[in-house]
């Protein structure tokens, strides 16, 4: 009997933690012919890069599940050919520069695989950094009338090309 207590303590628990909704909210993002689903985390008065966001650490570009970017044609992604298809999109912030990285392992949670799966990854650009005079509260990925998307989140910015 308490074998069967304990098991149903457990379920339940299980259950309950894998129902739940993601702690961030997410978003999709659609610029043309190229969309990209994130989590979409708050500031909430926290030093994000080079603190919450360490320097020179791959991030996952959001909250939650790696980022996700979809091409609908092939492309250039920063200057460099990408194939259409899906690909997680992770992050390097660094001050001065941010190294870009679309890797073809899909279903990755965070960036805590990222090194067993480096190996994988189809191209990796780096962009200058903005420093904006505001803060951007909610990170928040999004595309400009020329498709260029641009990455923002307290006060940093990066824009990062698109040809279709």
Known sequence: MKNLLLLSAISLVVTTCHSQPPVSPHETSIGKNVTVRYGRPYKKGREIFGKLEPFGKVWRCGADSATTI???????????????????????????????????????????????????????????????????????????????????????????PIKI
């Open 70 to 160: 979809t091409f609908l044609k092939n492309a250039s992604f920063g200057g460099k050919p990408v194939k259409a298809g899906t690909y997680t999109l992770f992050t390097i912030p660094d001050q001065k520069e941010w190294t870009i990285i679309l890797n073809g392992v899909l279903g990755q949670w965070g960036a805590y695989d990222y090194d067993k799966n480096k190996d994988k990854d189809v191209l990796q650009v780096q962009v200058p950094v903005k420093h904006l005079d505001r803060p951007v509260e909610q990170h928040t990925i999004r595309f400009t009338p020329q498709n260029n998307m641009i990455i923002e989140w307290d006060q940093t910015q990066v824009e990062v």
